[in-house]
Every structure is written in structure tokens, then in C-alpha cells.
């Protein structure tokens, strides 16, 4: 028999962190919260809290019918919810490695051939590898007048001059250039870095195909798995909620790099900075 998880009472429904779990009355109609975390190598950490109804939430968490992908009538939506993932998979990717700068190779030719760009960014990080270890997570983008370049995240200092001329080698010596962006000790910056590199991602969803490549990234990078510690039964209010996150971010974080969003309707997202040592 499947096991009921909604309590009798608020006051079975608690916290898992330092309280019970939650009783065995089910009742399919009650919202539900779950507060998840997840924490990084460096001390930083993703809290993240959800609402759902019990109903409907069993349906998604468990997995309602879908069609194979691609096939779907909706694919615009499809399209974006794969950017999303894809989105949110970056930043983790981002924080992961620990990455404090972030790489712009550019053209200056206006060039709009995609498949090309991607060939040189392979041959590019081929070129990178041969040199040192060379750790990144990459996006692409197009310029206002169109012509793609690259955003890479990478940790730790980079012999430029290096940089620039096995990218001009590739491209052609008076065609491209370089940029490196260093945001490490600056209050949010890590914070900031993922986030720009990400937020791309999902901007640009419509010029990508549904199962075409939106991002690339080194092996190894090792993303940890979130943690559930919270779960109420019943509603609770948001502001509640967002109480218990800040007194988990003040505890095991460092509150001082903070962020927050809300979306004003079922999930609030909170994350800290590295912790400084």
C-alpha cells in the first residue's frame, strides 16, 4: 500500500531539520511545502523551497504521461522549459568548479554561421588543453549586429597572451580578440558570474533547437545533489517560509553574499557566496 505523508495537524507537520516527520493522514487537496539545499564545494549554497498541491504534485513528482521529445504539439513551451534546464544545469555547473572569471573570445568579422563558431570554439579548447587542465563551462550568444562569441566560466589566473593567440590562430590574427572579466572578491561576484553566464541561456531559447547543444563544459565537474531539510504538510505562510530559509542560509552560509527571488506563486530560491576562510 502506498505510504500516506500528509499529517493530522501542523504541529505533526515539522521540519525535518531538529522536528518529526510528518504524520500518516493523507488529504489530496492540502498544499505542500519541501525546503531543499544544496551545497557546494566552496560554501556555497542553493535553498530552495516549493509549493505544491498534494494532487497535482504527485502527478508531476511522479510523472505524468509525456510525449517523446520533439513531439510534443507545444514545442515552444517545450523549448523553453528545456532552457530553463538547461539554464539552471549551467549555473550549477558554474558554481561547481568554483569558477571566479569568466573568458570572451569574440570575432570581429560579423560572423553568423553558428556551425562555424562552434567548430572553432572545439578546436579552441582542444588548443587549451594541451597547455594546462583546462576546466570551463561554455555558452554562446549573439552580438547585437549578430555575429556569435563565447562566454566561458574558468577558475584560476590565465596566461593571456597565450589565450589571445591560440584563438588567432584559429580564427585568423586580425579577426579575433579576447576578454577576461575577474570578479573574484567582489561582494556577489561568483553569484553575479554564474548568473550571467545562465541568464543567456534562456534568453536565446528560440534560436536553438530543441535538442540542439546550448552549452559545453569540461569533464569532472561534479555537481552536488541537493537535500531535503524541511517538509510541511499543510500551507504555510510565504513569509514563514522565507524565514525558515534565511535562518538556514545565516546558519550554514555566508549571509553576507546574498540572494534571493521569489515568483510570487509556488517557489522561493536563495543562495549564499563562497564562505572566506
Same mark, same amino acid.
Given at each position: 500500500?502506498?505510504?500516506?505523508?500528509?499529517?493530522?495537524?501542523?504541529?505533526?507537520?515539522?521540519?525535518?531539520?531538529?522536528?518529526?516527520?510528518?504524520?500518516?493522514?493523507?488529504?489530496?487537496? &492540502?498544499?505542500?511545502?519541501?525546503? #531543499?539545499?544544496?551545497?557546494?564545494?566552496?560554501?556555497?549554497?542553493?535553498?530552495?523551497? /516549493?509549493?505544491?498541491?498534494?494532487?497535482?504534485?504527485?502527478? +508531476?513528482?511522479?510523472?505524468?504521461?509525456?510525449?517523446?521529445?520533439?513531439?510534443?504539439?507545444?514545442?515552444?513551451?517545450?523549448?523553453?522549459?528545456?532552457?530553463?534546464?538547461?539554464?539552471?544545469?549551467? %549555473?550549477?555547473?558554474? /558554481?561547481?568548479?568554483?569558477?571566479?572569471?569568466?573568458? !570572451?573570445? !569574440?570575432?570581429?568579422?560579423?560572423? @553568423?554561421?553558428?556551425?562555424?563558431?562552434?567548430?572553432?570554439?572545439?578546436?579552441? $579548447?582542444?588548443?587549451?588543453? /594541451?597547455? $594546462?587542465?583546462? /576546466?570551463?563551462?561554455? @555558452?554562446?550568444?549573439?552580438?547585437?549586429?549578430?555575429? =556569435?562569441?563565447?562566454?566561458?566560466?574558468?577558475?584560476? %589566473?590565465?596566461?593571456?597572451?597565450?589565450?589571445?593567440?591560440?584563438? %588567432?590562430?584559429?580564427?585568423?590574427?586580425?579577426?579575433?580578440?579576447?576578454?577576461? @572579466?575577474?570578479?573574484?572578491? $567582489?561582494?556577489?561576484? +561568483? &553569484?553575479?558570474?554564474?548568473?550571467?553566464?545562465?541568464?543567456?541561456?534562456?534568453?536565446?531559447?528560440?534560436?536553438?533547437?530543441?535538442?540542439?547543444?546550448?552549452?559545453?563544459?569540461? %569533464?569532472?565537474?561534479?555537481?552536488?545533489?541537493?537535500?531535503?531539510?524541511?517538509?510541511?504538510? &499543510?500551507?504555510?505562510?510565504?513569509?514563514?517560509?522565507?524565514?525558515?530559509?534565511?535562518?538556514?542560509?545565516? #546558519?550554514?552560509?555566508?549571509?553576507?553574499?546574498?540572494?534571493?527571488?521569489?515568483?510570487?506563486?509556488? @517557489?522561493? =530560491?536563495?543562495? !549564499?557566496?563562497?564562505?572566506? !576562510?
Amino acid at each position: 500500500m502506498r505510504e500516506n505523508t500528509i499529517a493530522k495537524n501542523d504541529q505533526d507537520s515539522q521540519a525535518i531539520d531538529g522536528h518529526r516527520e510528518p504524520g500518516s493522514y493523507f488529504n489530496a487537496f &492540502h498544499e505542500e511545502w519541501e525546503i #531543499r539545499k544544496r551545497v557546494f564545494a566552496d560554501g556555497q549554497m542553493e535553498i530552495v523551497a /516549493k509549493k505544491y498541491d498534494r494532487y497535482v504534485g504527485a502527478l +508531476q513528482w511522479n510523472g505524468m504521461p509525456k510525449a517523446k521529445r520533439g513531439e510534443s504539439d507545444n514545442r515552444e513551451a517545450n523549448i523553453k522549459d528545456s532552457a530553463n534546464r538547461a539554464k539552471q544545469r549551467v %549555473r550549477h555547473l558554474v /558554481k561547481a568548479m568554483g569558477a571566479d572569471r569568466m573568458l !570572451t573570445l !569574440t570575432y570581429r568579422e560579423n560572423m @553568423t554561421d553558428r556551425d562555424r563558431a562552434k567548430r572553432d570554439f572545439d578546436r579552441f $579548447r582542444r588548443a587549451m588543453s /594541451k597547455y $594546462r587542465d583546462f /576546466k570551463y563551462v561554455c @555558452t554562446m550568444e549573439p552580438q547585437e549586429r549578430g555575429a =556569435w562569441h563565447f562566454h566561458i566560466a574558468v577558475k584560476g %589566473r590565465l596566461v593571456y597572451q597565450l589565450v589571445r593567440s591560440i584563438w %588567432r590562430r584559429i580564427v585568423g590574427e586580425d579577426n579575433g580578440n579576447i576578454d577576461v @572579466t575577474n570578479p573574484h572578491g $567582489r561582494r556577489g561576484g +561568483q &553569484h553575479k558570474l554564474a548568473a550571467y553566464l545562465s541568464k543567456y541561456i534562456a534568453k536565446n531559447a528560440e534560436l536553438f533547437g530543441l535538442n540542439e547543444k546550448r552549452y559545453w563544459c569540461s %569533464r569532472g565537474i561534479d555537481v552536488p545533489e541537493p537535500e531535503r531539510v524541511a517538509y510541511y504538510a &499543510h500551507a504555510r505562510d510565504v513569509a514563514e517560509i522565507m524565514a525558515e530559509c534565511l535562518v538556514l542560509a545565516n #546558519r550554514e552560509g555566508n549571509p553576507v553574499d546574498l540572494q534571493a527571488y521569489y515568483d510570487k506563486h509556488s @517557489t522561493f =530560491w536563495m543562495a !549564499t557566496g563562497p564562505i572566506i !576562510t
